[in-house]
Each structure stands twice: as structure tokens, then as C-alpha cells.
């Protein structure tokens, strides 16, 4: 037998492929168009393992996807691909609504004709866990409770509706359908491989290039940040163990102000690597105009998962974000390789 994951080279879904062949031997093939947001050098370390295959391809493309299920004998789909950075969204919602909604469109389609041909056990245990964010809830007020999965959808930002959208059609798949699906809603994550256009690598980016260190607004918005080894454990556990149909919340229990996060990054830099004048990197912090329509607070009330499938996050912030400056420090090649020319149009018109 074989997974499906989609979206596989970028941040995510790589730690997900590399960690699932650490933890079996049950074979990978990852789909991927490789937008600027996807990198093959994530997935390096899986050249020449024949248990990983790579097809560059959108999962618009359903006469590729239904190829791809069909020569592998797939047993489970694992959607992370998307268009993913709600700044982006803002600038430009287009390409968030091809792909997160008409290309999950499309490749429910194809995943339900595959389903069709399937019978006997390989029917009933098929799976399509679709990846999905806590952003679809909207924003929460300071003291108002953690997102639920009884949550009512509230997206604020094109990428949030666009991701809402994407889940609306997973559910109504499987209840027209039959279709054997799942859903996750994951809080903020981080650590290495995430594309430094995202707050954490693009703090430890600029800082190291002595650059402003951009804070929207008042920088008390609030996320709950997540190691992404633990969200791919969650959705490990998720694909193992939960009924069609089910949906999960996934977050870290760790809600932190964006300054503050900004602030431990600077003062792990300050240790690991100094500046040369002897000053801290938290002098390069400046309060830049806030985000349109920007959510002030995220929090998951993650106890579904908890009760009913035994996960917990296991990366404590203080290492997991340590641990993420460190990577950052000893892949700047890495960094460098994936900030290409589009990169630099995208901070250019982002951040004048
Ligand atoms: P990412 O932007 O780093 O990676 C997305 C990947 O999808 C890239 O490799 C890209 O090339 C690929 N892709 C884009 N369009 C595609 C298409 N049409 N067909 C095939 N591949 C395509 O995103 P990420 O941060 O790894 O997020 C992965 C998923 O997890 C997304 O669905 C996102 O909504 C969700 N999510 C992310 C976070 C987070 O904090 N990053 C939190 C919760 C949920
Ligand atoms: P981001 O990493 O883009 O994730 P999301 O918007 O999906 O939560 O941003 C995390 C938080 O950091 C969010 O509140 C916006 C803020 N932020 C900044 O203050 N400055 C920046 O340059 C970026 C990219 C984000």
C-alpha cells in the first residue's frame, strides 16, 4: 500500500513525508506543482529511497491525480496543498481560490471516482484527510473561549475564506457522497523548512541580514504556536485512528503574542550568534501599518483529540522555537537557495 500526500514539498508536508518514512516503511509519493512555495531540496534527504516518489503536478489536474492513485494502489490521501499565506491572500486572492478550492474541487473528484473502483477492505479503509487551519473560525476576543469543533466558520482574510470553502466541500463530499474523509484544523506552526515569509523564519531571515524586524500593528495579536513534528504526529494519529466523516482541532496550548515571539528570537540570536556591534537584535524591531482585516487572537481547544485519540503536543515552545533558530543558523543555504527572485519582488512590494 501506498500515501498520497499532495503539497508535499512544501513546509508542512515535507516534515510530514520525512517523518512518515522515519517512522515505517510504507511508501510515499508526493504530488506537488512546486510553486515558489514548494522546494524539492525539503525532500533531499529522501533521494535515491526508493520508498518516495515525487510527481511534480497540481491537484487540479484530475487525470494526473486519478493516474497517480490508480498505478500506486493509494490507500490514503493526504491534502496539504494550498496556497497558504494570508498576506499573499490580500494582495491577491485569485490563485487562493483556484487552488484551495477549485483544485480540492477537483481532486475530490478524482479521489471519489478512484474510491469507486475500490471494494472489500481497501473501500472501507480508504481515507482523504484534508489539512486544514483554525483561521476558518475568524478571530477570537481576549477572554472568549479557545475554537471548538462546534465552532461556527468566520473567515476573515481571502486565504481563510478560500481554506473554509475547501473544508465546506471535504464535508459535503462525504455526506453526498460517502466519501471516507477527515479534517484537521491546526493552530500556527513552526519550525524548519517553513518559508521565510511566515513571522518565525521571516524574523531569524531578517534579523541575520540586519534588516527591520516587521510588527503588524501593536504586536499583541495572539496565535497558538505548534511544532510541526506534532502536528504530524496529530495527523498521523488521525489517518490511523478516526472515523469518516470526523474533524479534529490540532493546536499547541502555547498562545503567545507576536511580540513576544519576536522578542525570544532575538534573544536566542542574541546568544547563538551576536551581533558585531555587541547590541541586541531586538533593536531591529519596528512597528510597521497593520494587516487589513487582521485577526486579533487564535486559541484551539484541542480536547477532541486529546479524549478521543490520546495526542498531545510534545514540543515545549522555549526548545521547539530554540531548536528552530538553530536549523535556521545551519541551513542558510537552505534559505538562500529558496529566496528567489520572486521572493525578493514579494518582500520589495510587502515591505516597500
Ligand atoms: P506551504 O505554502 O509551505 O506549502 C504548500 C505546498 O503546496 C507547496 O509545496 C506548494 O508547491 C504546494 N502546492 C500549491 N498549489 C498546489 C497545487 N495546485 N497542486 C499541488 N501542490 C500545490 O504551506 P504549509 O505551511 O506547509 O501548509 C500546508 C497546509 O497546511 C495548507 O493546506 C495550510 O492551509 C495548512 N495549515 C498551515 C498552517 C501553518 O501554520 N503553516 C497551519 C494550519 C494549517
Ligand atoms: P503569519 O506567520 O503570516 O501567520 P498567520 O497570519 O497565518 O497567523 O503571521 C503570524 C502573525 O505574525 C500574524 O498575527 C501576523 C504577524 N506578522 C507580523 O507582525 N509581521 C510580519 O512580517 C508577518 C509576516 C506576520
Known sequence: MTILVTGGAGFIGSNFVIDW???????????????????????????????HRFVRG?????????????????????NFAAESHVDRSISGPAPFFETNVMGTLSLLEAVRAYHGT???????EFRLLHVSTDEVY???????????ESNPYRPNSPYAASKAASDHLVRAYHETYGLPVLVTNCSNNYGPFQFPEKLIPLVINNALAGKPLPIYGDGRQVRDWLHVADHCTAIRRVLEAASPGATYNIGGDNQMPNIEVVRMICALLDARHPRGDGKSYAGQITFVTDRPGHDRRYAIDARRI???????PAVRFAEGLAATVDWYLDNRSWVA?????????WIARQYG
Open 21 to 51: 518514512l522515519r517512522q515505517c516503511d510504507e511508501p510515499v509519493v508526493t504530488l506537488d506543482a512546486l510553486t515558489y512555495a514548494g522546494n524539492l531540496a525539503n525532500l533531499s534527504e529522501l533521494s535515491g529511497d526508493a520508498r
Open 58 to 78: 497540481s491537484i487540479g489536474d484530475a487525470p494526473l491525480v486519478d493516474r497517480v492513485l490508480r498505478q500506486n494502489t493509494v490507500r490514503a490521501v493526504v
Open 118 to 124: 475500490l471494494s472489500g477492505d481497501a473501500r472501507a
Open 138 to 148: 475568524g478571530t477570537l476576543a481576549p477572554d472568549e473561549a479557545a475554537f471548538a
Open 306 to 312: 486529546a479524549a478521543e485519540l490520546g495526542w498531545r
Open 337 to 345: 537557495d529558496v529566496t528567489s527572485g520572486a521572493y525578493r519582488d
